[in-house]
Nanobody, 117 residues
Framework: QVQLVESGGGLAQTGGSLRLSCVVSGASLSIYAVSWHRRTHVPGAQREFVARIRQSGATTVADSVKSRFTVSRDNSENTVYLQMNNLKREDAAVYYC?????????WGQGTQVTVSS
């Protein structure tokens, strides 16, 4: 069974930085594309795509966080990272990582990011 565990969330000030980690167990990370998503606490909010890193290392980052967020992976550690710089109040959310292969997806439980002014 594939399991994903996110960590690294917490409280940051606007303009500050956090680095989120997503550790994958039960399978080799190298076979998966991994994406980060977030959901704010606004009632009815949907999970929003943040960034993706493919098996090749190619990345895609949402326009709303481009130039501030970077996604990377360390297959030897089965870990994907989301480096978040210059945080804004609107970045506050629960952040989730997701892996998908062959139409099957797995999600982590999420890690909370709070941004204060």
């Amino acid at each position: 069974q594939v399991q994903l565990v996110e960590s690294g969330g917490g409280l940051a000030q606007t303009g500050g930085s956090l680095r989120l980690s997503c550790v994958v167990s039960g399978a080799s990370l190298s076979i998966y594309a991994v994406s980060w998503h977030r959901r704010t606490h606004v009632p009815g909010a949907q999970r929003e795509f943040v960034a993706r890193i493919r098996q090749s290392g190619a990345t895609t980052v949402a326009d709303s966080v481009k130039s501030r967020f970077t996604v990377s992976r360390d297959n030897s550690e089965n870990t994907v990272y989301l480096q978040m710089n210059n945080l804004k109040r609107e970045d506050a959310a629960v952040y989730y990582c997701r892996v998908e292969r062959g139409g099957i997806e797995y999600w982590g439980q999420g890690t909370q990011v709070t941004v204060s002014s």
